[in-house]
T-cell receptor, first 115, second 111 residues
Framework: DTAVSQTPKYLVTQMGNDKSIKCEQN?????MYWYKQDSKKFLKIMFS???????INETVPNRFSPKSPDKAHLNLHINSLELGDSAVYFC??????????????FGSGTRLTVV | LAKTTQPISMDSYEGQEVNITCSHN???????ITWYQQFPSQGPRFIIQ???TKVTNEVASLFIPADRKSSTLSLPRVSLSDTAVYYC????????????FGKGTKLSVKP
């Protein structure tokens, strides 16, 4: 069983479109995250979310919005896609008070290409 | 959060022990040091975490001296499959807050 799964793995879309990336974790973790890795390979936190609090990185455009229907899911919605949104997006999860033996668990990523 | 500095790249050969050093001069009292590994086209994977002295698991060892201003990740007898980017991060309380990734160290293992 995949611990943190993201769909789709690849997404190619045109500028101006609205798209969503889904993330599910079956680890029973309390907190989920979205990270963006750009072409220079820098990994940047976008959001962290648990059932109590959404923390948004202030540099993230408001075209990006996380939606969490339940504790096991954190989807990423992107409106009016731009060329600069092309990147690999990683979902991650951690337990409340992350276990020092296991850390955070990341998904395998979604490669978004905006044309 | 502790700002970390690592070498941009390192080369090694199969079977060697590899030590990657990370500097974190401004580490806070409640910061833990955690290391992640990332293969191409995959998400980061947790390797090890520690506060001070030495921590060892089945994958690696982590050495943190008493002043905690640096740490060393030790990979015993590396293989080609250990070629990856290794990230050193500071994490408040070992679990509170978001992981803030730097540039990491690209380790290349050669036959």
């Amino acid at each position: 069983d995949t611990a943190v799964s993201q769909t789709p793995k690849y997404l190619v879309t045109q500028m101006g479109n609205d798209k969503s990336i889904k993330c599910e974790q079956n680890l029973g973790h309390d907190t989920m995250y979205w990270y963006k890795q750009d072409s220079k390979k820098f990994l940047k936190i976008m959001f962290s979310y648990n059932n109590k609090e959404l923390i948004i990185n202030e540099t993230v455009p408001n075209r990006f919005s996380p939606k969490s229907p339940d504790k096991a899911h954190l989807n990423l919605h992107i409106n009016s896609l731009e060329l600069g949104d092309s990147a690999v997006y990683f979902c991650a999860s951690s337990p409340h008070g992350a276990d020092s033996n296991y850390g955070y668990t990341f998904g395998s990523g979604t490669r978004l290409t905006v044309v | 959060l502790a700002k970390t500095t690592q070498p941009i790249s390192m080369d090694s050969y199969e079977g060697q022990e590899v030590n990657i050093t990370c500097s974190h001069n401004n580490i806070a009292t409640n910061d833990y040091i955690t290391w992640y590994q990332q293969f191409p086209s995959q998400g980061p994977r947790f390797i090890i975490q520690g506060y001070k002295t030495k921590v060892t698991n089945e994958v690696a060892s982590l050495f943190i001296p008493a002043d905690r201003k640096s740490s060393t990740l030790s990979l015993p007898r590396v293989s080609l499959s250990d070629t990856a980017v290794y990230y050193c991060l500071g994490l408040p309380g070992g679990s509170q807050g978001n992981l803030i990734f730097g540039k990491g160290t690209k380790l290349s293992v050669k036959p």
